[in-house]
């Protein structure tokens, strides 16, 4: 069974960092491509970034380009996202979620349970 | 603003059929997989169709994709109050800024 479980969320101030964590089982983490998705209270999904499984492209939307960095440790089945520069507009539930394929240019298979950013002074 | 388009709300009645639709462009729908996703008042999202018009193992058949150019469509057949629920397009966009996009979710309310 596909298992994602993030940590790492709470409340952060204005220009501070935080770094999100994403443990994974259940599946050979290292084949896989791996994403973060956001969710602004009481808003849509926005597509935050994408690593890819072999190759190790990585994809950032154009809101956090610079200021995110997404990275994973296959060796503790971990994926991660540094936030730094955070903003009033990172406020979101985080989930981390795992792609079908090597490549990230698919859909999403699986869901984390997500991890709550609070952003404010 | 967001890239795919799909509308804010659709009803039926129980046991009804409805529509949903999502609209993109040759950089995102028309040139790659569209897959659509649940998300239950409370819950993280589920994949619901993948490829187009593929369901996961454990997806009723009362939920159909299907693709034409630049639109997607996801199909619901014998609406029930649990299928109460955002929904929500997702493709991959090859445009210069490449990356993962999701239409603005379509709420469904089972009347």
């Known amino acids: 069974e596909v298992q994602l479980v993030e940590s790492g969320g709470g409340l952060v101030q204005p220009g501070g960092s935080l770094r999100l964590s994403c443990a994974a089982s259940g599946f050979t983490f290292s084949t896989y491509a791996m994403s973060w998705v956001r969710q602004a209270p009481g808003k849509g999904l926005e597509w935050v970034s994408s690593?890819?499984?072999?190759?190790?492209?990585?994809y950032y939307a154009d809101s956090v380009k610079g200021r995110f960095t997404i990275s994973r440790d296959n060796s503790k089945n971990t994926l991660y996202l540094q936030m730094n520069s955070l903003r009033a507009e990172d406020t979101a539930v985080y989930y981390c979620?795992?792609?079908?394929?090597?490549?990230?240019?698919?859909?999403?298979?699986?869901w984390g349970q997500g991890t709550l950013v609070t952003v404010s002074s | 603003q967001s890239v795919l388009t799909q509308p804010p709300s659709v009803s039926a009645a129980p046991g009804q059929k409805v529509t949903i639709s999502c609209s993109g462009s040759?950089?995102?729908?028309?040139?790659?997989?569209v897959s659509w996703y649940q998300q239950l008042p409370g819950a993280a999202p589920k994949l619901l169709i993948y490829e187009n018009n593929k369901r996961p193992s454990g997806i009723p058949d009362r939920f159909s994709g299907s693709k034409s150019g630049t639109s997607a469509t996801l199909g619901i057949t014998g609406l029930q109050t649990g299928d109460e629920a955002d929904y929500y397009c997702g493709t991959w966009d090859s445009s210069l800024s490449a990356g993962k996009v999701f239409g603005g979710g379509t709420k469904l309310t089972v009347l």
């Open positions: 979620a795992k792609d079908p394929y090597s490549s990230s240019w698919y859909g999403i298979e699986y």
């Open positions: 690593l890819s499984g072999s190759s190790g492209s990585t």
């Open positions: 040759s950089s995102n729908i028309g040139n790659n997989y």
